[in-house]
């Protein structure tokens, strides 16, 4: 079990907004999730809290047994950068540096150096065909290129989970699939679980199991 909401997990925002009710959610080694429901239903902060992002205001969430809810902050980050990778709607790429760059740079940020690093990101790019975008900034790429490149960033630090926030929201639909398609395979060829926040049904169709949240409640 990779993840789980041991305590049913609350979380409640400033102003009472109750986010979060009484979550149970248990993610396996390896599977893929997606989690729908309408605007506002608590889809992204169920995300946050399992992602470490935000601590829950009650319940706890484990990841292979620890409690990540009482960690320092210094830990979960370290956690975070460890054992999973993220993957936002846009604009998560850094906009001066050039694709097979920014898949390095989380890396380098984890001690690898330079050389190392641009050496695994051209490894992922050539495995994900995109050798052309190497030298690319996120400016001259297109929408499905971007996503493309963020997938290839997140998995190249072979994380345990990857949690995606409407990562094909800002697609047209066929670009949408294709990118869900390889995110997907590439996650399944890793052995990493996925957990894909979405309001396409199309997307939700490639993972092995969807949850639908309604009123902070999990359905
Ligand atoms: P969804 O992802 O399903 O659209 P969210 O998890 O973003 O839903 O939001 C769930 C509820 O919590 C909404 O009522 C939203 O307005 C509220 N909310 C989300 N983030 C915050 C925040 N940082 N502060 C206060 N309220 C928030
Ligand atoms: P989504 O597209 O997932 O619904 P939102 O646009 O609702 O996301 O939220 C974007 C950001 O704003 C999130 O970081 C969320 O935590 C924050 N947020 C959402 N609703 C509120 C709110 N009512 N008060 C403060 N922050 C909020």
Redesign the pocket.
């Known amino acids: 079990r990779a993840q789980a909401g041991h305590a049913p997990v609350g979380t409640i925002?400033p102003?009472h907004?109750l986010a979060l009710n009484h979550v149970n959610f248990q993610l396996a080694e390896g599977e893929t999730v997606a989690v729908m429901g309408p605007?506002?239903s608590g889809?992204?902060?169920l995300l946050?809290a399992l992602a470490g992002i935000i601590r829950p205001t009650s319940g706890t969430v484990t990841f292979r047994g620890t409690d990540v809810t009482h960690m320092s902050d210094a830990d979960r980050t370290k956690l975070r950068r460890s054992a999973f990778g993220f993957v936002f709607q846009s604009g998560q790429l850094l906009p001066e540096l050039p694709a097979i760059e920014n898949i390095a740079l989380p890396m380098m940020l984890s001690g690898a150096d330079y050389r190392q690093a641009t050496d695994v990101a051209v490894l992922w790019l050539e495995r994900l065909g995109l050798r052309a975008l190497a030298a690319q900034r996120p400016g001259e790429m297109s929408g499905g290129q971007m996503q493309r490149i963020a997938i290839a960033r997140a998995l190249a630090m072979r994380p345990a989970v990857v949690f995606a926030?409407?990562p094909t929201g800002a697609l047209d639909q066929t670009t949408g699939r294709e990118v869900m398609s390889m995110l997907i395979d590439v996650a399944r060829g890793n052995g990493a679980a996925v957990v894909v926040?979405t309001h396409d049904p199309n997307v939700a169709a490639f993972c092995s199991r969807t949850v639908t949240m309604q009123d902070g409640v999990l359905q």
């Open positions: 925002y102003g907004t605007s506002g889809k992204s902060t946050h926030d409407e926040v």
